[in-house]
């Protein structure tokens, strides 16, 4: 027997739960599938619990070395497995379950199971108890992203992903880590601060090759400082496991070179999570990589289905997944709504931290003169100096030939994800340099170096 089905949301992350909410509060009856995670990857094994782990490392590295304060801690120990039970019962138990009450209090069923399409306006659904036919309206589809694999260094007892890596209970004297882009530049700084010895190996020129490389050199170099080792411009080339460790082999510049640990972990990005779904029948076109094509309104080829988040091109973000959730629950409603955005800012807890959002400044420097490029320095903001974490800046990027609108901005240091909201709002409402200027910031605060970097933009630095 046929289910009939308004709105379908397969997958419930960023990208699904959202949409699911929002389409219930436009009116719609809504359905949302899912296999596993109901919060998806985000909530519960990628970006929520590894700032969970971040700030345990933090806290415990802190601890241990605070000198500089006049803070002496003797005998620091760290008990990982109770860290792991605060982040799993405290951090991740809390988002997901209140995923769940979100979706009931919208009135949105629940489903747990495998989905994939029968046709173009059909779906069957595999559950524990059975298949399950559903004829739907409209779908959306945000199943999100799966891990990738390294035939060179196939997952195994001492070769981690990214979930196992953030699930250690007991922390390793060494691991190498394979790729040094989001998760993998992040997990590095937590376990260096654990205590264990760290080499990142990156096939870019630099870590974190989507954000200007200014910005990465400085984390580089700081966790040079700490003692990792960071490896760019690498090709893996294959792997030797064991009983006691891992020696993975790469090339240099025309050289091979080895590098032994306890433990590897892969973090050389995601792969669509789409090739379940049966597109085929759907006849929904594809990427060979399993991307899908989306229209302004995030319709697929297919009329009635659509697609945001981690499937679609463009980067791998939650926030870019929830932001498309909510236009695409928009656009099933009948409303009118501008799908463009002008900003999507990046953000990673590395040491120090980095964020991005708008014109990069490798984009500005290209631009002939057309942006201006202006830059303040943490060493002069009176909060960085008291939380000892000076290094970093604040850039902003505005088009002097309009007004010095706000086009683009860059901060690398103390709360940098945090304070990056202020730059993004101000360059996708139009506001201009002077507008930051005379908006009053809170003292001491790292944010106060938002409003130095705009009067530094009109040139009229206070504290330059």
Not at 42 to 66: E, F, Q, V, W
Not at 215 to 229: F, H, L, Q, S
Not at 334 to 351: H, L, N, R, S
Request: proline letters at 3%; glycine letters at 8%.
């Amino acid at each position: 027997m046929t289910d009939k089905k308004q709105t379908v949301v397969v997958g419930a992350g960023p990208g699904g739960y959202v949409s699911a909410i929002r389409a219930a509060q436009l009116g719609q009856k809504v359905t949302i599938i899912e296999k596993q995670y109901f919060g998806g990857t985000c909530l519960n094994i990628g970006c929520i619990p590894s700032k969970a782990l971040i700030t345990a490392a933090h806290r415990y590295h802190d601890t241990a070395h605070s000198e500089t304060f006049g803070i002496t801690a003797e005998d620091v120990k760290v008990d990982l497995e109770k860290t792991q039970d605060w982040k799993e019962n405290q951090v991740v138990k809390t988002l997901t379950t209140g995923v769940k009450g979100l979706l009931k209090k919208n009135k949105v069923e629940m489903m747990t199971g495998t989905a994939s399409f029968k046709d173009k306006n059909h779906l069957i659904v595999e559950t524990d108890k059975g298949s399950q036919e559903i004829e739907f309206e409209n779908v959306i589809l945000a199943t999100g992203t799966n891990r990738i694999e390294l035939e060179e260094v196939p997952f195994g007892e001492r070769v981690l992903d990214t979930t196992g890596g953030l699930n250690i209970k007991k922390a390793p004297k060494s691991i190498v880590i394979i790729g040094g882009g989001y998760v993998g530049s992040q997990l590095a700084a937590a376990y260096s601060n654990f205590g264990v010895h760290v080499t990142v190996l990156e096939k870019e020129a630099h870590m974190m090759p989507f954000f200007d490389e200014d910005m990465a050199k400085i984390v580089e170099k700081n966790y040079r400082n700490k003692g990792m080792d960071i490896i760019t411009g690498v090709n893996v080339k294959s792997s030797k496991t064991t009983e006691e460790d891992i020696t993975i082999t790469y090339e240099k510049a025309g050289e091979e070179k080895t590098v032994t640990a306890e433990v590897a972990l892969i973090s050389v990005g995601r792969k669509p999570n789409t090739d379940s779904l049966n597109l085929e029948a759907a006849g929904i076109e594809a990427t060979d990589e399993g991307y899908l094509q989306v229209s302004d309104t995030l319709q697929t080829n297919v009329e009635g289905i659509y697609a945001v988040g981690d499937i679609v091109p463009g980067v791998t973000l939650a926030n870019k997944a929830s932001h498309e959730a909510k236009l695409v629950a928009s656009v099933i409603a009948g409303e009118e709504v501008d799908t463009k955005y002008k900003q999507m800012p990046i953000a990673v807890y590395t040491e120090p931290a980095l964020a991005t959002t708008g014109v990069s400044f490798t984009e500005a420097k290209a631009s002939d003169g057309k942006y201006k490029i202006s830059k303040f320095s943490l060493a002069g903001n009176g909060r960085a100096l008291s939380l000892n974490q000076t290094e970093g800046f604040v850039r902003m990027i505005t088009d002097s030939d309009n007004h010095n609108t706000i086009v683009g901005a860059q901060i690398v240091g103390a709360g940098a994800p945090d304070i990056i909201s202020e730059l993004s709002l101000a360059i996708e409402t139009g506001m201009n340099a002077e507008d930051i200027s005379l908006t009053i910031h809170s003292h001491p605060s790292v944010a106060e170096a938002i409003m130095d970097t705009a009067e530094l933009a009109l040139d009229m630095p206070i504290h330059m």
